[in-house]
């Protein structure tokens, strides 16, 4: 069984900085797409960014900048650098990752339980 297990919530002020890592355990082939998404308080969950296995990296526009995605596969774990936090960064923050199980070679997507990320003003 897969599990994605994030860590690094935490309450800062605005201008401050927080990363978040998310760590996948279980038995599986591989690990395609690593990324992180937002559930803002009355809003829909959005894309934050993406990673893929060659280190390809893809941002939401509202990031510009301020957020660094990366992975270490060898521990099977993605991280979410935040910088120049602002108040409506504030959110629900969830990590995904679509895996290949083991003899199946069919890649499946699988969510953390979500992590609270509050900027303060």
């Known amino acids: 069984q897969v599990q994605l297990v994030e860590s690094g919530r935490g309450l800062v002020q605005a201008g401050g900085s927080l990363r978040l890592s998310c760590a996948a355990s279980g038995s599986f082939f591989s690990i395609n797409v690593m990324g992180w998404y937002r559930r803002a308080p009355g809003k829909q969950r959005e894309l934050v960014a993406t990673i893929i296995r060659d280190g390809s990296t893809n941002y939401a526009d509202f990031v510009q900048d301020r957020f660094t995605i990366s992975r270490d596969d060898a521990k099977n774990t993605v991280y979410l650098q935040m910088n120049s936090l602002k108040p409506e960064d504030t959110a629900v923050y969830y990590c995904?990752?679509?895996?290949?199980?083991?003899?199946?070679?069919?890649?499946?997507?699988?969510w953390g339980q979500g992590t609270q990320v509050t900027v303060s003003s």
């Open positions: 995904n990752a679509k895996i290949v199980l083991v003899g199946t070679g069919i890649e499946y997507g699988y």
